[in-house]
Nanobody, 132 residues
């Protein structure tokens, strides 16, 4: 139902923009959308999420100030702008939609918005490699 794209190879300090699009009939505007990543041998971790009530956002400490999440409801797409990439950002990146968090502000759910258990719909990932 969801598809992440935009991954690739970037140099340290470089930038990439990931997109999360949905198949026809799946309206991202109805959900809180989160971005997650999973590096080889590691558990999937939450990066950021964006509310569908007021576009408020939550960021994990390790990306705050470098990554920016946004949504374009007209295009039914959510983006993750990644700047100042580091080798440790290398991972498969996934977007997901949460119904249980929907229509709440980030001030309500806080960092629980980065919990994988709150997300019902997952897409295929896109690989990001940061290397010189």
């Amino acid at each position: 139902q969801l598809q992440a794209s935009g991954g690739g190879l970037a140099q340290p300090g470089g930038s990439l923009r990931l997109s999360c699009a949905a198949e026809s009939g799946f309206i991202l505007e109805k959900y809180v959308i989160g971005w997650f990543r999973q590096a080889p041998g590691k558990e999937r971790e939450g990066i950021s999420c964006i509310s569908n009530s007021d576009n408020s956002t939550v960021y994990a400490d390790f990306v705050r100030g470098r990554f920016t999440i946004s949504r374009d409801n007209a295009k039914n797409t959510v983006y993750l702008q990644m700047n100042n990439l580091k080798p440790e950002d290398t991972a498969d990146y996934y977007c997901a939609a949460s119904q249980v968090l929907a229509y709440h502000s980030a001030s309500t759910y806080g960092e629980t918005g980065l919990w994988t258990r709150h997300y019902d719909h997952w897409g295929q990932g896109t690989q990001v490699t940061v290397s010189s």
